[in-house]
């Protein structure tokens, strides 16, 4: 299982920082992504590793820390426009498909 | 970076019925494309991956295909459980990308 956590809410130029906890088996051996959905919009992938959306990558820093089987998200200076539900997500066999989700967490930016 | 596109962005059925659903990418990803489905309120579940192969537990009823730039989903008949959202999303190059989704609902 994945379980996102953090905030709900934010103030604009704040810091988001997100965890997501994995359970019921190791972290090691897969690949992890942050994937977020706008309300009422599309998914948009935020990054995995080293690896960022274009949109995003000068703000965002993503990592895993195995001892505690937790990925991690970091975003700087949120706008209005970072308000979405925060999905962490699985690879599928080390491919870049998602097979294993968590149930999302909504950040708010106001 | 890949764009894709999905056709068409509403489709109204009914049970019963066949749907067909388009994916095109901006470039090339050979098969590396992947369909989920979402319902309100949920995460994304995988249906297919590398374009036409079902993941674990998903009902023969769903089919991929295609490769280069133009795919399809097919669902040979839909259940009440397949009205939802579907995106396809190509992993052939970063960043990783997601079409903006098509609508099946009940006519």
């Known amino acids: 299982q994945l379980q996102e956590s953090g905030p709900g809410l934010m103030k604009p130029a704040d810091t988001l920082s997100l965890t997501c906890t994995v359970s019921?088996?190791?972290?090691?051996?897969?690949?992890w992504s942050w994937i977020r959905q706008s309300p009422g919009k599309g998914l948009e992938w935020i990054g995995s590793g080293t690896k960022y959306s274009s949109s995003l990558k000068s703000r965002v820093t993503i990592y895993v820390d195995t001892s505690k089987n937790q990925l991690s998200l970091d975003l700087t200076s949120v706008t209005a426009a970072d308000t979405a539900i925060y999905y962490c997500?699985?690879?599928?066999?080390?491919?870049?498909?998602?097979?294993?989700w968590g149930q999302g967490i909504l950040v708010t930016v106001s | 970076e890949i764009v894709l596109t999905q056709s068409p962005a509403t489709l109204s059925l009914s049970p019963g019925e066949g749907a067909t659903l388009s994916c095109r990418a901006s470039q090339s990803i050979s098969d590396y494309l992947a369909w989920y489905q979402q319902k309100p309120g949920q995460a994304p579940r995988l249906l297919i991956y590398d374009a036409s192969n079902r993941a674990t537990g998903v009902a023969a009823r769903f089919s991929g295909s295609g490769s280069g730039t133009a795919f399809t989903l097919t669902i040979a008949y839909l259940e009440s459980e397949d009205f939802a959202v579907y995106y396809c999303q190509q992993r052939s190059d970063w960043p990783y990308t997601f079409g903006q989704g098509t609508k099946v609902e009940i006519k």
């Open positions: 019921g088996g190791s972290m090691n051996n897969y690949y």
């Open positions: 997500a699985r690879h599928y066999s080390g491919r870049g498909y998602f097979d294993y």
